[in-house]
């Protein structure tokens, strides 16, 4: 290398040193033309020499230009958002940009929340529900939504998610009698033989631990192998802080859809009213209940106005009948009291299982797998068949335990055990002939 080379390595400090004569480096490329010429200026010699040195000098790399710099951060940042966000729907977010004008390279967060929701359970959850569910998750935006139909195994799933991972929507749907009864026996289990409240509304359906179920019938797909027609479980979750009636309307909605991608072929169930899901239904008068299955309850010892009555009475056959009797009014917190007598009406395979816990509980006879009629003072339990499965109806009633002066507890001169079967008997006669049951087993009297 010249003298005249080294210098000019010098001046440049983004020059690469010579590695070997066999194999020389090529130099940098010059930062722009204005630079490649002062360098020329400035080196000893003459311009010919130096333009002999240039033509025998290998060609030079054209410099990048600022849009292909940008061009190069725009491709590397997308790729890594690939990697961070998990959406099913991508592809609209790319519309989401094109809707914003070009403003950014990625739709913004409220943009794909609302893609999300569209396409969230194949487009099924109704207007608001969305909002609703997400705020109980703590108001994250959402980055997954997925929804699988199974049609040989009869299962339809779908989920939510947002950001942070928490799960926003979750339904399992189910039309195989085995996986019905194991998820509705697995739901009781543990539960004292208790089940959840009916859901409001006429929905064929009732609370559980983490959420709500709704069991429609399934005529589409023909009957089971004990000869009985198909029924549909849809179980719906949200996040830990959602109350089940915040689940209602889009449990409702997504029943809807899995009974459509399964086959079913059955009405459509009715959706609560929009605005349903922000506070937890009223009670009623025990005028209200005079001409229902709980009229036993409206014409007994609650008929004052001191007490109110939650009335969850399926309009179709659904799995669970709820009569409830708490005090009016509400507690120190602004809440409705708790109830204090609770009457179920439960139909299906699933309630031998729950009848049998409840008369365990109540330390009654049982015949091996099969509950027998009881009454004790603070339950009563009878049975029946109702379209060819068993039936439980069973009446609960909270005590003082002696120990505190519960005002709402219920006092044996107030309801006697006399009173307790003509109660029970009342509702489970009415339900009985409202569902076309047989077989009504109801306890003596004492």
């Known amino acids: 290398m010249s003298e005249e080379e080294q210098r000019r390595g010098e001046r440049e400090p983004g020059a690469i040193p010579e590695q070997s004569e066999a194999t020389p480096e090529p130099e940098r490329a010059p930062e722009s033309r204005g630079e490649a010429a002062s360098g020329t200026e400035s080196a000893t010699g003459s ?20 849009d292909e710099r940008r061009e190069r951060w725009r491709l590397a940042r997308e790729a890594d958002d690939r990697r961070r966000r998990r959406t099913r729907i991508a ?14 390279w990625i739709a913004e967060p409220f943009v794909q929340d609302r ?5 969230a359970c194949d487009g099924a959850l109704p207007d608001g529900t969305m909002d609703t569910l997400r705020a109980g998750a703590g108001e994250a935006y959402l980055t997954e939504s997925e929804a699988e139909s199974d049609d040989d195994l009869g299962r339809y799933t779908c989920k939510v998610v947002n950001e942070e991972g928490t799960r926003v929507l979750s339904v399992h749907a189910w039309t195989r009698r085995d996986d019905i009864d194991r998820r509705l026996i697995r739901e009781v289990t543990g539960r004292s033989g208790v089940p959840g409240e009916a859901l409001s509304g006429g929905l064929p ?7 709500v179920a709704l069991l429609p019938e399934c005529p589409g797909r023909g009957k089971d192998a004990a000869g009985q027609q198909r029924q549909l479980l849809v179980e719906v979750r949200g996040a830990l802080q959602v109350k089940w009636y915040q689940l209602a309307r889009a449990g409702a909605a997504v029943a809807n859809k899995a009974s459509e991608k399964l086959g079913c072929d059955t009405d459509p169930l009715p959706l609560p009213a929009k605005g349903s899901e922000k506070h937890e239904p009223e009670a009623v008068s025990a005028a209200r209940a005079a001409d229902t299955a709980c009229a036993a309850l409206a014409q ?38 708790a109830p204090v007598v609770r009457l179920y009406g439960v139909y299906g395979q699933w309630s031998q299982e729950m009848m049998l816990e409840a008369a365990n509980r109540s330390g009654a006879p049982t015949a091996g797998t099969v509950p ?7 339950r009563a339990g009878a049975t029946a068949r109702c379209g060819g499965r068993p039936a439980g109806f069973l009446l609960g009633v909270d005590r003082p335990d002696g120990e505190s002066d519960e005002p709402q507890a219920v006092s044996t001169e107030r309801l006697s055990r006399e009173r307790m079967r003509a109660i029970l008997a009342s509702f489970a006669k009415k339900e009985s002939a409202r569902r076309d049951c047989t077989e009504l087993r109801l306890p003596a009297a004492d």
């Open 47 to 66: 311009e010919s020499e130096s333009a002999a040195s240039e033509s025998k000098a290998e060609p030079k790399a054209e410099p990048e230009t600022e």
């Open 91 to 104: 592809a609209w977010c790319g519309v989401g940009v094109l809707l914003l004008g070009g403003a950014g």
């Open 115 to 119: 893609l999300i929701t569209s396409d």
């Open 205 to 211: 359906g009732f609370r559980t631990s983490v959420g």
């Open 300 to 337: 007994g010892p609650f008929r004052s106005g001191d007490w109110s009555f939650d009335l969850r009475i399926p309009k179709r056959s659904g799995p669970v009948t709820t009569c409830l009797v708490r005090p009016s009014g509400r507690d120190g917190n602004g809440r409705a009291h």
């Open 372 to 378: 027998r009629k009881w009454l004790t003072d603070e």
